[in-house]
């Protein structure tokens, strides 16, 4: 019986070191796997990090080229308006030209008489 014992307890051991070695190869496995989650994890935030500020990078550009666009049609109205206005004066100055010269005319040779 000794026997059978030592053999039953032998074969015993053996299960608890066979499963213990089980264990430790899971968990190895385990640990593993998860080192590898991480880094994939960490891989996808750099990239969406990345194509975040390319995005950003993007949007500061085009809001640059839209708000020169925009201040560039804004200058070209105000001195296409200037320029009317300036017109404008010019051809009412023209117009009444004559009847300034004809009063100024008119009053000196008034004061000459």
Do not use: C, F, Y
Request: charged letters at 35%.
């Amino acid at each position: 019986m000794t026997a059978e014992h030592g053999s039953a307890s032998d074969n015993l051991l053996e299960q608890i070191a066979t499963t213990e070695q089980e264990l430790e190869q899971n968990v190895a496995q385990a640990r593993d796997d998860a080192r590898r989650v991480v880094d994939e994890a960490r891989a996808r935030a750099d990239a969406l990090r990345q194509a975040a500020q390319r995005d950003a990078d993007d949007l500061a550009n085009r809001t640059r080229r839209d708000i020169a666009r925009d201040t560039d049609a804004m200058t070209a109205q105000r001195l296409a308006d200037a320029e009317a206005e300036a017109h404008r004066v010019r051809t009412q100055a023209a117009e009444r030209m004559a009847t300034a010269v004809q009063m100024v005319v008119t009053r000196v040779l008034a004061g000459l008489k």
